[in-house]
């Protein structure tokens, strides 16, 4: 294997590669990143048996060849390269890496016990890459970190034929998004339960191209594959076997009152009262005619906070206290200049969605993102 | 009717503490004169009860001229041990009547009472629960100050010893303390008293109405201040709560030893309970559960879990208890002991509650709250989990089942 290569596009596709490689390897060679060279094209690969990554480049090769390096090591010394042109040649047992005036020698591993990367299931259809990056990172905001509950972990994929929902929870709070895309074959319906953090870190970086690619097979129990591509770059990650929860049913349609709250403005307030928030203490949220006023700490041995905010809201005063975390990641994930807050009591879920100006009824719309929030029941 | 308007603080003392404890242990002792102290020669009396008192039998006097004054007195060592329960125990009452419980030593406490007597009545109301509750509980008795500051209703609980409860209204204040002599008042110890006499001042209504520069000299200028004001009544002091207590938790030795593991469940989901209902009776949550086993060679282990939200739940106390015992991963090894702790503790009314999607509205602890409630009315055991239920085939009543092998080892340690 010989070949020549501009040094940022393989810095970017080995790093790239390499956030998918296992931090603890069950065995060696998955701390491997493999280079395989057919032609003018180099192959950039990582797999732990859950997720793979593989990214194309364009090169100069005089030989091809296939070479596994330790993954990280060869990231590391990738991204402090000077920048010039990139040689590398395999040596027997070893990778020679050189640019400019630095030379590099690194041990390989045995390539022949390195697993085969999964191949792509059958195209489902295909999304705008960037809508796709946005609607994923609007839901999996929502979903939990605690693997010891695998459903909670996962974002909901579900398929009715030119619409696909994402929906996540870690029982705390609840994101769904709706988007449109092209299906493969019209009438396609599937769901699927996703890695929430695969899925969130593969969305945000296929968006060099225009479109992704979505592949599925849902084989045996278990045994579905979720497949993402995009512009010389594809990802695939093994399916939660898991149900999801209800949510359709969770969330809420009507609600007794609501609050147009000036995004900007409301999340600065809302960072700056919740600097007083210890860890676990709720921030008080006063809804009046007109305004709400954010309050945080309280106990003579912590700090206090308060700051008043105004809002568009015409409902019987109401009092609720959200973890501020919770808060600030809906507010975060709306994207629009000002978002509605609906609430049936104090105790009930509180949902946050983008608000299109002008207004409208409160209807969702197709392509609307609804953000639950369940609040904190306040002492006293 | 005029009860106890403006009234907040109570100070309860107990009476004769350590000699009254003697005789709930042996009633054969009661009506008796008790000394309880060092029966050697230079052994003191560290309480005494009223018939010893009648005969000149005070603390620390040497038992030998005790028993001069009192022949007959009945002369028992001291149980540290046992006055420290009955003493927790008290305290426990206390702190299921008000969070705000200021211990002053084992036996003596001031507690705020302003918030309990929304639930409970006015302060009158809360001081005889008090003294019923200390004396159903722990057999013995008290006297209560009620009063609206802290000195007063010091002095107010010692003017009505024993067994009594004095009531000082606001406006009762002065016309109780003047006739007092100076050496009533906190912070005058037999140095400040001296200077005090020196000047001619004897009473607090003379010291009262003393030119303060008077007193100034007398005692200087902050003492002097000071003085003046408790002479009129007025204590700013608070009801400060001693550092919570760090934890409480029960425990159980097994009559023989066991290796069934939902025996063992069922044993810690018995002291979750008990320990949850302590909590709860305090005002308390626990942030971490700590489950304590201890083997048949007594090799004892420990091991804790923090809670995702603080928690007075014996159904979350158990379940974290029972986790973690099952990730011990016993194959029926024998098991001696096993308990269950509630450490951590925050306070209930402080907590605010993360609520989660899928939660009943009103959850295990709306259950268990409404189980004190019936368990307050109908007494301990009119409540409790279906696991720890018999039901008599004979009579269809239910009843506590059978613990394992209660006698003769079985021991059941509780501790605030």
């Given amino acids: 294997m010989k070949f020549r290569v501009?040094?940022?596009?393989?810095?970017?596709?080995?790093?790239?590669?390499?956030?998918?490689l296992p931090p603890r390897?069950?065995?060696?060679?998955?701390?491997?990143i493999l280079l395989e060279v057919q032609g003018a094209s180099l192959s950039v690969s990582g797999f732990d048996y859950e997720v793979s990554a593989r990214a194309e480049v364009d090169v100069s090769s005089t030989e091809d060849g296939r070479t596994l390096v330790p993954g990280r090591l060869l990231a590391e010394i990738v991204r402090a390269l000077p920048p010039h042109p990139v040689d590398v040649v395999a040596e027997g047992a070893r990778l020679a890496i050189s640019c400019g005036n630095a030379r590099f020698s690194l041990?390989?591993?045995?390539?022949?016990?390195?697993?085969?990367?999964?191949?792509?299931?059958?195209?489902?259809?295909?999304?705008?890459?960037?809508?796709?990056?946005?609607?994923?990172?609007?839901?999996?905001?929502?979903?939990?970190?605690?693997?010891?509950?695998?459903?909670?972990?996962g974002v909901r994929l579900e398929i009715e034929d030119d619409r696909v929902t994402l929906a996540a929870t870690d029982r705390y709070r609840l994101a769904v998004r709706e988007f449109a895309w092209r299906p493969e074959v019209s009438g396609l319906s599937a769901a699927v339960l996703v890695p929430?953090?695969?899925?969130?870190?593969?969305a945000k970086t296929l968006t060099s191209g225009p479109e992704v690619v979505l592949s599925l097979s849902s084989g045996g129990a278990g045994e579905g594959i979720l497949g993402l591509s995009g512009k010389d770059r594809q990802t695939t990650t093994r399916l939660l076997d898991a149900e999801f929860v209800k949510y359709r049913a969770i969330m809420p349609n009507e609600s007794a009152s609501h609050a147009l709250l000036p995004v900007g403005a409301f999340t600065d307030a809302a960072k700056r009262v919740a600097l007083v928030a210890e860890r676990g203490t709720p921030l008080r949220c006063e809804f009046t005619p007109g305004q709400v006023?954010?309050?945080?700490?309280?106990?003579?041995?912590?700090?206090?906070?308060?700051?008043?905010?105004?809002?568009e809201f015409d409902g019987d005063p109401l009092t609720i206290g959200f973890n501020p975390t919770f808060l600030l990641d809906g507010l975060a994930s709306v994207h629009t200049e000002r978002a509605r807050m609906d609430f049936t009591s104090a105790l009930k879920p509180a949902v946050l969605s983008g608000h299109e100006e002008p207004a409208e009824d409160g209807a969702p719309r197709p392509g609307s993102y609804r953000y639950l929030i369940m609040p904190v029941r306040l002492p006293g | 009717m005029e009860r106890a308007e403006g009234c907040r603080v109570l100070h309860v003392d107990m009476d004769a503490f350590f000699a009254s404890v003697e005789v709930r242990r042996d009633p054969s002792l009661a009506g008796r004169p008790v000394i309880v102290g060092g029966a050697g020669g230079r052994g003191v009396v560290t309480s005494a009860t009223y018939e010893a008192r009648a005969f000149g039998v005070h603390s620390a006097m040497p038992t030998a001229r005790a028993l001069r004054l009192c022949p007959d007195a009945v002369v028992v060592p001291g149980d540290m041990a046992l006055y420290?329960?009955?003493?927790?125990?008290?305290?426990?009452?206390?702190?299921?009547?008000?969070?705000?419980?200021?211990?002053?030593?084992?036996?003596?406490a001031f507690l705020e009472v302003s918030g309990a007597t929304r639930r409970l009545g006015d302060a009158l109301a809360v001081a005889e629960l008090v003294k019923a509750r200390?004396?159903?509980?722990?057999?013995?008795?008290?006297?209560?100050?009620?009063?609206?500051?802290?000195?007063?209703?010091?002095l107010a609980s010692t003017r009505s010893k024993p067994d009594g409860l004095l009531v000082v209204r606001p406006h009762e204040v002065v016309g109780f303390l003047h006739p007092l002599p100076?050496?009533?008042l906190w912070g005058v110890g037999p140095r400040t008293e001296e200077a005090l006499h020196a000047v001619g001042l004897r009473t607090v209504g003379q010291l009262a109405h003393a030119p303060v520069e008077l007193l100034q000299q007398a005692v200087g200028p902050g003492s002097g201040a000071h003085l003046r004001e408790l002479s009129w009544g007025r204590d700013p002091r608070h009801v400060v709560p001693d550092e919570r207590e760090k934890s409480t938790g029960a425990e159980e030795t097994f009559g023989r030893d066991v290796d069934d593991p939902r025996v063992i469940h069922r044993e810690l989901l018995h002291l979750s309970e008990r320990v949850a209902g302590r909590l709860r009776g305090a005002g308390h949550q626990a942030r971490t559960v700590t489950l304590k086993v201890r083997f048949s060679d007594f090799t004892t282990i420990t091991r804790s879990r923090t809670l995702p939200a603080p928690s007075d739940v014996g159904q979350v106390l158990y379940d974290t208890a029972r986790e973690l015992f099952d990730a011990l991963a016993l194959d029926r090894v024998a098991v001696r002991l096993v308990g269950v702790r509630a450490e951590r503790l925050a306070d209930a009314g402080a907590t605010s509650v993360q609520l989660a999607l899928g939660e009943r509205e009103h959850g295990r602890r709306d259950a268990e709250l409404a189980a004190d409630r019936a368990v307050a009315r109908f007494g301990a055991g009119a409540v409790r989990p279906a696991t720890l239920l018999r039901r008599d085939g004979i009579t269809g009543r239910s009843q506590a089942a059978p613990r394992p092998d209660r006698a003769p080892r079985t021991t059941r340690r509780d501790d605030g």
């Fill in chain 1, 6 to 20: 501009a040094r940022e596009v393989l810095s970017d596709a080995v790093a790239w590669t390499a956030r998918s």
């Fill in chain 1, 25 to 32: 390897p069950s065995v060696p060679v998955l701390a491997g």
């Fill in chain 1, 107 to 153: 041990p390989t591993l045995p390539v022949e016990d390195y697993p085969s990367l999964p191949s792509l299931p059958s195209t489902a259809g295909v999304v705008d890459s960037d809508a796709f990056a946005e609607a994923v990172g609007q839901v999996a905001v929502a979903a939990g970190r605690d693997d010891t509950l695998p459903m909670l972990t």
């Fill in chain 1, 196 to 202: 929430a953090r695969t899925l969130a870190d593969a």
């Fill in chain 1, 293 to 311: 006023t954010l309050r945080a700490g309280g106990t003579d041995d912590e700090g206090q906070a308060e700051e008043r905010c105004d809002v």
């Fill in chain 2, 84 to 108: 420290s329960e009955v003493s927790r125990g008290v305290m426990a009452v206390f702190r299921s009547i008000t969070p705000l419980v200021e211990p002053l030593s084992v036996d003596e």
């Fill in chain 2, 134 to 154: 200390v004396f159903d509980e722990q057999g013995i008795t008290c006297s209560v100050g009620v009063a609206p500051t802290k000195f007063v209703a010091k």
């Fill in chain 2, 182 to 184: 100076v050496g009533a």
